[in-house]
């Protein structure tokens, strides 16, 4: 138990000092997107939350159940996806819009920015589940799974906080349908406080996670539902996963969630207006 409070404690208190500075940093040299009321900002502060993070789940190594494989395994998902959301932050073509429109690209051979982070993030969930998985269809079923996950949290980057807070609904739903495997999925705890103590930089405007962040977030509850739900309820959600991004393609998230007077008034919490 004692490492689980340092691994939390560390990655309130590293988030805390570093989330300051490395906001300035971005600020002064990384990449500026104008957000939904045309402010210039800047981009890519999921970043952030990336250095206590991984330093914090460091301790929980050290937990006497603590599986190795899946905290390293873990910590190559964070950075990767990572990597791959910046690459589209500093490049990004925000012209093209939607898994459709990058497909049409792709196979007129034109290889888009989004085109190519999916094909990476396919690659890096696929390297993170050869550890654990060796049948074929498993293996495809779970690389989905995160891949999907990581684009799934994209959806949502549009306003202040509200990826965060899908971020943390979907944290408790993988924690709710994992019975008898939580402590499985201990190693996402240090996310969800450093995301916690970075909020409020982003429900003021301040900057968007974006990609960066976005992908970060969705690929740890995809890998938190990989390593602990029962395959039945993997299909099911992997066919929900699928049917928002179907969904996404022909309706907007922001237009449905303004339209709801409940979903509308949670989007707000925590924002400045």
Not at 113 to 139: E, H, P, R, V, W
Request: with cysteine; aromatic share 10%.
């Amino acid at each position: 138990m004692v490492y689980i409070i340092l691994s939390l404690l560390s990655s309130a208190m590293l988030t805390l000092f570093s989330k300051d500075i490395t906001y300035n940093m971005i600020k002064r040299t990384g990449p500026l997107i104008l957000n939904y009321r045309g402010r210039m900002i800047p981009t890519a502060l999921g970043i952030i939350l990336l250095p206590a993070t991984s330093l914090s789940v460091s301790f929980l190594y050290f937990f006497p159940t603590a599986n190795k494989t899946h905290l390293t395994a873990f910590l190559l998902l964070l950075y990767g996806m990572a990597f791959i959301g910046l690459t589209d932050d500093l490049l990004g073509e925000r012209q093209v819009k939607g898994i459709k429109a990058h497909l049409i690209q792709l196979m007129s051979g034109h290889m888009t920015t989004g085109a190519f982070k999916a094909l990476l993030g396919i690659g890096i969930a696929l390297l993170a589940c050869l550890s654990i998985y060796s049948d074929i269809y498993a293996l495809a079923l779970n690389v989905f799974i995160i891949a999907l996950s990581a684009n799934f949290m994209n959806l949502f980057d549009l306003r202040p906080g509200r990826c965060l807070k899908v971020f943390w609904l979907m944290t408790a739903i993988a924690v709710v349908f994992a019975p008898g495997h939580i402590g499985s999925i201990l190693f996402i705890l240090p996310l969800v406080i450093a995301s916690i103590v970075y909020f409020p930089l982003d429900a003021s405007e301040a900057g968007m996670l974006g990609d960066t962040g976005a992908n970060m977030l969705g690929a740890a509850v995809g890998w938190a539902i990989v390593v602990s739900w029962p395959q039945s309820y993997k299909y099911i959600y992997l066919m929900g996963v699928v049917m928002a991004h179907l969904l996404a393609e022909h309706y907007s998230f922001s237009a449905l969630i303004e339209h709801s007077r409940v979903l509308s008034a949670i989007d707000r919490m925590g924002r400045e207006r």
